[in-house]
């Protein structure tokens, strides 16, 4: 697939990493040469040094032979200018970053007077990522796909310490759930019935909702933590503001403190049955002023991603049941864990997996980056299409590193073994580490139709110019 990438920013830079590793032409075009040298440095795509904004820079790349074009510069103005001029111009599918709320209202004129096909706002992103997490009745599943009937568990092993020094072979309490990765130290591992856990590990667990929920549920010493009751929200910046407003629609009690005065009044005046304190978040002394303590959770959203974590760390040593942190920096997840944080949210993977879901079209129902963007969890309703039907697991012989962790058929979730079989029409949830990607898409898309259609279809000719 020809791909277009307006911005090449940390999102911009994000969905092009994500996007080469799947074989597709990427162009990436920015008028900062430092941004541009990054991309050149570590990503194997195609640069341009413009304003993809004229009409005359967009003529130069033949827009109607490019399948989507995807604007993420730094102005939302800019990005639906972008979007209007490429599908003017002929290309496929076009789509937006628009982050300031005062267009919130003005998207769907967007879409079908402009034919923005798809429009990302990256805080009211992480606000539902956020608002996902706070209303599960446990604070272990990350990420529910089949309408709900498969989870994905981030389980640490801590919560049993009789598990580390254990080989997966030797444990029976993983009977019916899959152990699709272990994060240790910050690196994945992919285990085997012979991989020994350790204390600090962190298991990925994929599996049917119940059985994750009556394991996560039991024989661990996390506190029992329920829907939130209680809230505090440091940083009033628009995932903020999204979030409170969510939060306060199901009744929980909202506190939400700011330090600039100007939008404080602004929260204040725009949100319903939320307390707007105006004050620093990081100030201790406010903090136990207002009964931190008593929160049922807490949710650091400040621009500051140090801050941020440790304020999240604070409210852990108080007792807040539920605690989440927004970090921005990729190199931060890895040492969430270590740290005891209950949830990390990065806006740039949050966006990033949904241009993902937008860009591979209609195949994919859902998608998870996992692990800073090292790993994902798809949902892939199999198509007729693809060269998986009819073959046993056993003999397709998934390299290490695709593992499939459910399928599910006419409604019944089953945890596959060598023996199992697709067929089409399931839906599979697979694990697969980013360097692999390209060969998943290989298995279940090879022929026509499916994940990339249009690769198969006008896909340019080898070595030709992106300008062409």
């Not at 994905?152 to 993983?174: H, I, K, M, N, Q």
């Not at 209680?230 to 979030?243: D, E």
Request: overall charge negative; aromatic content about 6%; charged content about 20%.
């Amino acid at each position: 697939m020809r791909i277009l990438i307006a911005g090449a920013g940390k999102l911009g830079y994000k969905v092009a990493e994500a996007l080469s590793s799947n074989g597709h032409d990427i162009t990436v075009i920015d008028v900062d040469e430092r941004a541009l040298q990054r991309v050149n440095n570590n990503l194997d795509v195609l640069t341009a040094k413009g304003n993809a904004a004229q009409l005359e820079i967009l003529e130069q790349f033949n827009m109607a032979r490019t399948h989507v074009t995807v604007a993420v510069t730094d102005s939302d103005e800019t990005n639906l200018l972008i979007c209007m001029l490429a599908k003017e111009l002929g290309c496929a599918r076009v789509a937006a970053r628009v982050r300031d709320p005062a267009y919130a209202k003005q998207l769907d004129f967007f879409s079908s007077r402009f034919a923005v096909d798809f429009i990302i706002n990256p805080d009211k992103e992480v606000a539902r990522d956020v608002m996902r997490y706070l209303l599960q009745g446990g604070t272990l599943h990350i990420e529910q796909f089949a309408h709900g009937r498969v989870g994905l568990v981030e389980y640490p092993v801590s919560f049993r310490p009789e598990l580390a020094g254990c080989t997966l072979t030797e444990l029976d309490v993983f009977r019916g759930i899959l152990v699709a990765a272990i994060s240790r130290e910050g690196e994945i591992i992919v285990p085997h019935g012979s991989t020994e856990l350790a204390d600090k590990d962190v298991l990925y667990l994929i599996g049917k909702t119940p059985d994750l929920k009556a394991f996560s549920g039991e024989g661990h010493s996390a506190p029992k933590k329920n829907l939130p009751r209680s809230v505090m929200i440091l940083g009033g910046g628009n995932a903020g503001f999204y979030l409170a407003n969510d939060l306060q629609e199901t009744g929980a009690a909202v506190k939400i403190i700011e330090q600039d005065e100007e939008r404080s009044a602004y929260l204040a005046e725009n949100l319903r049955n939320v307390l707007v304190i105006h004050g620093d978040g990081s100030d201790h002394d406010l903090l136990e002023e207002e009964n931190l303590a008593e929160m049922d959770a807490l949710v650091a959203l400040t621009g500051v991603d140090e801050e941020n974590l440790l304020l999240a760390l604070l409210g852990k040593q108080q007792g807040v049941s539920k605690v989440v942190a927004k970090v921005s920096r990729s190199n931060f997840i890895s040492i969430i864990e270590q740290l005891g944080i209950d949830r990390a949210v990065n806006p740039v993977l949050i966006s990033a997996a949904a241009i993902m879901r937008f860009i591979e079209g209609g195949q994919i129902a859902s998608l998870s980056l996992l692990f800073g963007g090292q790993a994902e969890v798809v949902e892939i309703i199999v198509t007729e299409a693809s060269q998986v039907i009819g073959v046993s697991l056993r003999d397709l012989n998934l390299p290490q590193g695709i593992i499939v962790g459910a399928v599910v058929r006419g409604g019944q979730v089953t945890i596959p073994t060598g023996d199992t079989v697709i067929q089409a029409g399931d839906r599979v949830v697979v694990f697969c580490v980013a360097s692999l990607v390209h060969q998943l898409e290989k298995l279940f898309y090879r022929q026509k139709g499916g994940l990339f259609r249009e690769l198969w279809h006008g896909r340019k000719d080898p070595g030709k110019s992106p300008a062409n």
